[in-house]
């Protein structure tokens, strides 16, 4: 156990559906990170959050956002959702802002778009 | 974005070979990260190096960061089953403020018995 919780672990839905996948960060971290893996293109950063203030923006399509709340639990919503999002999203934690001490992740929420 | 193109892409060995991932980039990077990732799991850090010319050792890995912090290498000898998963490299990007990692391409690494 990583100690990063992500919930749920699978999500099946429809296109055009709506969904919100969740993430607690390891006890201490302030910094929350969303990626998203699919085969072809690999581990994507969409977007990081330190002590509830959005940090940075990478490639997060604009159906999908992201919030982190005082207790510093995240939520990443994905709206009017395609088949091409079907994908693992991962979520990550780290103590302070940089990279350089690593990444923690969690066990990822696999979505399926049906 | 910066970029990090891992190879091998694929790499199936038998137990006790030894092989080496390279990580390549032509943008330098404010560190590098190693991690392992099995199916259904998330990645888990094994490494970071800081420094150029860096190199560190975890039981039979090897990993380098190149002098001009721009590639890395992961050398494993004697490899074992367990061993088996993919690989990615990640790069620190030194131009934001708030630094994000990005992940290189992959190598999946087979360790058949």
């Known amino acids: 156990d990583s100690g990063v919780t992500q919930t749920p672990k699978h999500l099946i839905t429809a296109t055009g559906q709506r969904v919100t996948l969740r993430c607690s960060p390891r006890?201490?971290?302030?910094?929350v990170y969303w990626y998203q893996q699919s085969l072809d293109q690999g581990l994507q950063f969409l977007i990081q959050?330190?002590?509830?203030?959005?940090?940075a923006k990478g490639n997060i399509l604009e159906r999908f956002s992201a919030q982190q709340f005082p207790d510093l639990h995240s939520e990443l919503n994905l709206s009017s959702l395609e088949l091409g999002d079907s994908a693992l999203y991962f979520c990550?934690?780290?103590?302070?802002?940089?990279?350089?001490?690593?990444?923690?992740f969690g066990s990822g929420t696999r979505l399926t778009v049906v | 974005t910066q970029l990090l193109e891992q190879s091998p892409q694929f790499l199936s060995i038998q137990e006790g070979e030894n092989l080496t991932v390279y990580c390549n980039s032509s943008?330098?990077?404010?560190?590098l990260q190693w991690y392992r990732q099995e199916p259904g799991e998330g990645p888990v850090l094994l490494v970071t190096?800081?420094?150029?010319?860096e190199v560190k050792k975890l039981k039979r890995l090897t990993f380098q960061f190149g002098d001009a912090r721009k590639d890395s290498s992961l050398h494993i000898t004697a490899a074992q089953p367990g061993d088996t998963g993919l690989y990615l490299c990640?790069?620190?990007?030194?131009?934001?403020?708030?630094?994000?990692?990005?992940f290189g391409t992959g190598t999946r690494l087979l360790v058949s018995p």
């Open positions: 990550a934690s780290t103590k302070g802002q940089g990279s350089n001490y690593g990444y923690t």
């Open positions: 006890s201490g971290d302030l910094s």
């Open positions: 959050y330190y002590n509830g203030e959005e940090r």
């Open positions: 943008s330098v990077f404010s560190s």
């Open positions: 190096v800081v420094t150029g010319g």
């Open positions: 990640a790069g620190g990007e030194m131009n934001t403020g708030f630094q994000k990692l990005v």
